[in-house]
Structures are given as structure tokens and as C-alpha cells.
């Protein structure tokens, strides 16, 4: 997806912000979300200073609210855009300060044909659609594949990186 979004001009820079430690879903530690992204950019994104690692809200120790995370992120970084699937469009306005997140944010949306915004949705003021935007896999579906994996992760090759898998494997993280 970050390929994509960066091939298609898109988005000039990407910065990814793993979100901390959370008490509302089951994630596996920060610390190893951060070195899986930073295998993948090492690894995907060599000598292409279009995509950094942005450490900030585990090094907060706690979940920072997207929008105070986003606020942080234009002071460090300007022109911040939130790229965000079509499927989350709709729980905007629930989110912690979710009507000043739609007001006050540049969004770019991934619309994905599974995942329709519906017609009462509160669209943001300030975002790009990205038509038919479909990625065909979730995190959601990887752990899955990676806790039912019977044949070494092959069924993650061409998803995952080998040395992100090698990092899952030797972690031993997302089994049962």
C-alpha cells in the first residue's frame, strides 16, 4: 500500500506512526510493531527518504487520541495528510475529539468497493478519494493466516516481507 500510494503521487512523504500499547484491542507490543515497520523500510524502502518511522506515541508511553497524535505530527512534519480506508469513515465523528479530527484535518481516503461510506457520513471539509483502492488483505487476516499457518508462513510470502516473517517467526509472535 505504501508503494502504491507513493507510485500513484499520491502522497510526496509518508510518515508511519505505530500507535502505543492500547486497553481497547488486543495488539502485540509496540516495541515489535515499531522494528516490523522498521524492517520493512530498511528492507522495501532503502536509500528512499519518502517513508520514516515516527516514533512518537510509543515513546509517550501511552495512546495519544489520532487527533492530538495528528496535531503533533503537523508541528514536526507541516502539511500533514491522514490517510485513512473507506471502512473507518463512518465511526469518524465517535472517535476521542472526532468532529474537530472531520473539521481540522487533511484527509486522503482509500476507497475500497467492500467498505461503503454510507450517505449520512460526515465527510471531512478537506479530503482526496482515492477510488478503488483495494489492498487485498488486512492486518486482521495476516495474524489469522500466521496463527493457522501449517506450512512456515508461506501463506504470508508476497504480503510480508521475509524478514518481517523471520521476525514473527523468531518472536514468536500472533500463535495461539
Not at 510493531?33 to 527518504?49: A, C, G, P, S
Not at 503533533?72 to 471502512?87: L, T
Not at 516473517?165 to 500472533?174: A, D, F, G, S, T
Request: net charge neutral; hydrophobic share 40%; glycine share 4%.
Amino acid at each position: 500500500m505504501i508503494a502504491e500510494l507513493i507510485n500513484q503521487k499520491i502522497i510526496q512523504k509518508i510518515v508511519l506512526v505505530p500507535c502505543g500499547n492500547r486497553k481497547d484491542k488486543q495488539l502485540t507490543d509496540g516495541f515489535h510493531r515499531y522494528k516490523m515497520l522498521q524492517l520493512l523500510v530498511e528492507n522495501q524502502f532503502k536509500n528512499i527518504d519518502l517513508v520514516v518511522i515516527d516514533d512518537y506515541e510509543l515513546q509517550n508511553g501511552q495512546l495519544v487520541p489520532t487527533y492530538y497524535m495528528l496535531q503533533k505530527m503537523r508541528d514536526k512534519y507541516q502539511d500533514v495528510y491522514f490517510v485513512i480506508g473507506s471502512d473507518l469513515v463512518n465511526s469518524l465523528p465517535n472517535w476521542v475529539e472526532g468532529l474537530k479530527l472531520i473539521a481540522e484535518t487533511k484527509f486522503i481516503i482509500l476507497n475500497r468497493s467492500s467498505h461503503k461510506i454510507n450517505q449520512n457520513a460526515i465527510l471531512p471539509p478537506n479530503y482526496e478519494m482515492v477510488q478503488d483502492f483495494e489492498f487485498g488483505i488486512s492486518s486482521t487476516e495476516i495474524r489469522k493466516r500466521i496463527k493457522n499457518s501449517c506450512t512456515q508462513y508461506l501463506d504470508c510470502l508476497g504480503i510480508l516481507t521475509p524478514e518481517i516473517i523471520e521476525y514473527i517467526k523468531v518472536n514468536n509472535l500472533y500463535q495461539s
